[in-house]
Each structure stands twice: as C-alpha cells, then as structure tokens.
C-alpha cells in the first residue's frame, strides 16, 4: 500500500508565504511524476504545478513566477513553495504521484495514480 501525506496548511494573509510538503511512503520502487492540484470552493480540481524524476516542471500560468516546485527523490517527497499569496490561491491542495509499486496479488510491478488527502491553504487577513 502506498500513500501520500501533506502537511503545510495552513492560514495565512494575503502576500504571505507558505510550504506545502508531500511524503510517499509504502513499497515503492519507482515514483515518477509528481503534483500539486488544487480545489478552490465551487471549482473544479486544477494541477497547481508538476515536476518529473528528473526535475523539469510545469506550472499553471496562475502561480508562475510566485510558486516553486521541488523534490527530493531519497525521501520520496515533493514540494511547493508558495510566495505572494492572495485570495484566489484559497483552496485544498492535493498532492499525486506516479508510482511504480509491487501489486499484492501478482508480486510483480504496477503502476499506481496516488493521491493524498489534501491540505488546506486559506488567505485571509
């Protein structure tokens, strides 16, 4: 069982900074891709911003040049660096990854979509 657990929520005012954490943990062998989507009240899920294994990153054009995404492939965790906040980065925040993990039943390889169970940013002053 692999899961993925966010942390870094938080409340913060408008122009703050915070960051968001995401931990993989389970039989993993491999983790491909890795996000952040988030969900503002009334909308739908929308990818915040991703980054491979090897480090290349997209951003929605929302949060560039304000949000950084990072990760660190031996702790099998991701980051987002979240800077000049404002009221419409208000949302839950869903960390995914791609994982290559031992199914239960076969013993052999598959891959897996994970997602945590979200993280709650609010800015307000």
């Known amino acids: 069982q692999v899961q993925l657990v966010e942390s870094g929520g938080s ?26 989507y988030r969900q503002a009240p009334g909308k739908e899920r929308e990818l915040v911003a991703d980054i491979t294994s090897g480090g290349s990153t997209n951003y929605v054009d929302s949060v560039k ?3 950084t995404i990072s990760r660190d492939n031996a702790k099998n965790t991701v980051y987002l660096q979240m800077n000049s906040l ?20 076969s013993g052999s390889g598959r891959y897996l979509e994970i997602w945590g169970q979200g993280t709650l940013v609010t800015v307000s002053s």
Do not use: H, K
């Open 86 to 105: 404002n009221s419409e980065d208000t949302a839950v925040y869903y960390c995914n990854a791609a994982v290559l993990t031992r199914d239960r039943i």
């Open 65 to 67: 040049g304000r949000f």
């Open 11 to 36: 409340l913060v005012q408008p122009g703050g900074s915070l960051r968001l954490s995401c931990v993989a943990s389970g039989i993993i062998f491999r983790i491909d891709t890795m996000g952040w």
